[in-house]
């Protein structure tokens, strides 16, 4: 026998596929959607609607954006010649909370993990090599988590690298290991950003 509406299965089912929702916060969740006057379920299928149809990736860092290019790569205030690169849009949405960073930023989408199939054509590395060689960079900071995988992803940036004209820096210590860079306070963030070492 069918406890629950087929609809709402679909809904549930739909949402415990997002990352950190199992299916009883997903079941907490479709019931707290259902409870709600139907306008408010309408205005969450529009704005899921245009998630795909508004935002884009900028060309030129790989942020998400509806602009192309994104606020950041636009603002003239932001220093050109300086990278941040980070694994995904929430890495720098942290880093722009602690307003200690002025220059660009460029979203790799992800990790080197040769077991989950990601290698270096599955990121945009490509892309952020040839911004280093394109002579308009001067340093490359590269943000990359403490974790196993986001310290062999920067090992395998350094090397290659190791020949563009930029001087190449990391993330000083003040990060915890095996902590994702988005869950660090915005102190120990700064800290971590204002006391870089240079690695080449």
């Given at each position: 026998m069918r406890v629950l509406p087929p609809a709402l299965e679909r809904l549930i089912e739909a949402l415990s596929r997002l990352p950190g929702i199992g299916n009883k916060t997903a079941t907490r969740l479709a019931l707290n959607i259902?409870?709600?006057?139907?306008?408010?379920?309408?205005?969450?299928?529009?704005?899921?609607?245009?998630?795909?149809?508004?935002?884009?990736?900028?060309?030129?860092?790989?942020?998400?954006?509806?602009?192309?290019?994104?606020?950041?790569?636009?603002?003239?205030?932001?220093?050109?010649?300086?990278?941040?690169?980070?694994?995904?849009?929430g890495d720098l949405l942290a880093i722009e909370k602690t307003a200690s960073f002025k220059g660009r930023y460029h979203i790799?989408?992800?990790?080197?993990?040769?077991?989950?199939?990601?290698?270096?054509?599955?990121?945009?590395?490509?892309?952020?090599?040839?911004?280093?060689?394109?002579g308009a960079i001067d340093e490359i900071l590269i943000a990359t988590s403490s974790t196993v995988p986001g310290e062999a992803t920067a090992s395998y940036l350094l090397d290659r690298l190791a020949d563009a004209p930029v001087q190449l820096?990391?993330?000083?210590?003040?990060?915890?290991?095996?902590?994702?860079?988005?869950?660090?306070?915005?102190?120990?963030?700064?800290?971590?950003?204002?006391?870089?070492?240079?690695v080449r």
């Open positions: 259902l409870r709600r006057p139907r306008a408010q379920a309408a205005e969450l299928a529009a704005a899921l609607e245009a998630l795909h149809q508004s935002i884009r990736l900028c060309s030129h860092c790989f942020a998400f954006s509806e602009e192309d290019p994104c606020a950041i790569c636009a603002d003239p205030r932001r220093d050109s010649g300086l990278i941040c690169v980070v694994e995904e849009s790799l989408h992800g990790v080197l993990s040769p077991i989950d199939g990601i290698g270096p054509d599955e990121l945009k590395i490509k892309e952020l090599e040839a911004r280093a060689k394109s820096t990391r993330l000083a210590c003040g990060i915890p290991m095996g902590m994702d860079i988005k869950y660090a306070d915005k102190h120990t963030l700064a800290k971590a950003i204002e006391s870089r070492a240079v």
